[in-house]
């Protein structure tokens, strides 16, 4: 499978700022998918990418596939403390190959 | 309800005991997978499915063991080999998936916390 980098692992914020977590490969991806796991729960998938340079829109949430396919991106616009939890890429193979993750704290 | 169902939902294995995790889905789905997740680890793959009577290893396989004899069950056994097994354990299925790079997307179980005594 085709591993994936995530960056930062942990991120603390006031709710209202933005935040970004970041997923890269060394590789040619020729998909990504996103999940999120809240505290004390499952990961519940988000959304796959699949063309090159794609971005698409969830409310507040947006995600970025690189022109290249090597880099994707989940931003989130003004978070709200229901947006806690751990978010993961997971780029293809025989099975998903999932990042470590990147930990969002959002304080009121 | 069509869903995933893992029990029991904590464990706790005693020196030189295996045990079994179970794993059992409604949703027709041919693939299954079994991930181990450790604090700041990420998800990582043990076993995983693709249709029934057959099985792989994922990137931690030692010290597990699956049968898949159902399409709709997956079982994990934990083996006394497995001398770290404190950890969260997720099941998943998925739509069979169409060749390699074109997974489809996971579903997965609440999970099972199994921890050594």
């Known amino acids: 499978g085709q591993q994936v980098m995530q960056i930062p692992q942990y991120q603390h914020v006031q709710e209202g700022e933005d935040f970004t977590t970041y997923c890269n490969s060394s590789?040619?991806?020729?998909?990504i998918q996103w999940y999120k796991q809240r505290p004390g729960g499952h990961p519940v998938f988000l959304i796959q990418?699949?063309?090159?340079?794609e971005v698409k829109k969830q409310k507040r949430l947006t995600f970025q596939f690189g022109e290249a396919k090597k880099n994707s991106s989940l931003h989130i616009t003004a978070t709200q403390t229901t947006d806690v939890g751990t978010y993961f890429c997971?780029?293809?193979?025989?099975?998903?190959?999932f990042g470590k993750g990147t930990s969002l704290l959002v304080t009121p | 309800d069509g869903g995933i169902t893992q029990s029991p939902k904590y464990l706790f294995r005693k020196e030189g005991q295996n045990v079994t995790l179970s794993c059992e889905q409604n949703?027709?789905?041919?693939?299954m997978y079994w991930y181990r997740q450790d604090p700041g680890q990420g998800l990582r793959l043990i076993y995983y499915?693709?249709?029934?009577?057959?099985?792989q290893k994922g990137d931690i396989a030692e010290g597990y063991s699956v049968s898949r004899e159902k399409k709709e069950s997956f079982p994990l056994t934990v083996t006394s080999a497995q001398k770290n097994p404190t950890a969260f354990y997720l099941c998943?299925?998925?739509?069979?998936?169409?060749?390699?790079?074109?997974?489809?997307?996971?579903?997965f179980g609440s999970g099972t916390q199994l921890s050594v005594l």
């Open positions: 499915s693709q249709i029934v009577n057959d099985f």
């Open positions: 590789t040619t991806l020729s998909n």
């Open positions: 949703l027709n789905h041919d693939a």
């Open positions: 990418l699949v063309k090159s340079g």
């Open positions: 997971a780029g293809p193979g025989y099975a998903l190959n």
């Open positions: 998943a299925s998925s739509r069979q998936n169409r060749g390699a790079g074109t997974n489809e997307k996971l579903f």
